[in-house]
């Protein structure tokens, strides 16, 4: 199996129904149950926020996407480092849109972001946030900063000031 492909989420999974814990010939029931809660926590809303040490007892059982994306949602929500806490908004946004940026599509895992779409990191209301791949996170973010930078111009004029073409 081709290893970018393990980076895709599989959409199946999204049915908390689908996924149950594989017969891995485990018998310790509290990985098991640590298992469970790591994928309720990346596939369903039942489980808001799932601590860094459960996931590190439960990684080798999971899936590479799986991995990456509990790691990504526990640095958004577990407040971290001193890291502003996205919460359980940025989980439940991301969950809805499939792990799939909301402009192009794309899923690979490692390249999502949450974005907030008015630019103020502190509002995590749950219409404030989008999931985006990050070239189309830095598109957005560099067109509002130039936007700025040129608000006196509409649209028209600040494309004919970049030296850009209408393409619409």
């Known amino acids: 199996m081709n290893i970018w492909n393990k980076l895709i989420v599989d959409k199946s999974n999204f049915?908390?129904?689908?996924?149950?814990?594989?017969?891995?010939?485990?018998?310790?029931?509290?990985?098991?149950?640590?298992?469970?809660?790591?994928?309720?926590?990346?596939y369903t809303d039942k489980i808001n926020t799932c601590p860094k040490s459960k996931l590190r007892r439960v990684e080798r059982y999971l899936d590479l996407s799986e991995i990456l994306l509990a790691n990504t949602l526990t640095n958004y929500t577990n407040d971290t480092k001193g890291r502003l806490a996205y919460g359980e908004n940025a989980i439940k946004r991301a969950k809805d849109s499939n792990y799939s940026c909301e402009i192009c599509g794309e899923n690979d895992v490692r390249c999502l972001e949450i974005d907030h779409k008015d630019g103020d990191r502190k509002n995590t209301s749950y219409d404030n946030l989008q999931c985006l791949c990050g070239s189309c996170h830095n598109k957005k973010t560099r067109l509002e900063r130039l936007k700025h930078r040129f608000a006196e111009l509409?649209?028209?004029?600040?494309?004919?000031?970049l030296n850009l073409r209408d393409r619409s």
């Open 154 to 161: 509409n649209d028209t004029e600040l494309l004919k000031k």
């Open 15 to 42: 049915n908390e129904n689908t996924f149950s814990i594989k017969s891995l010939g485990i018998n310790d029931s509290k990985i098991k149950s640590d298992i469970k809660d790591v994928l309720e926590y990346i």
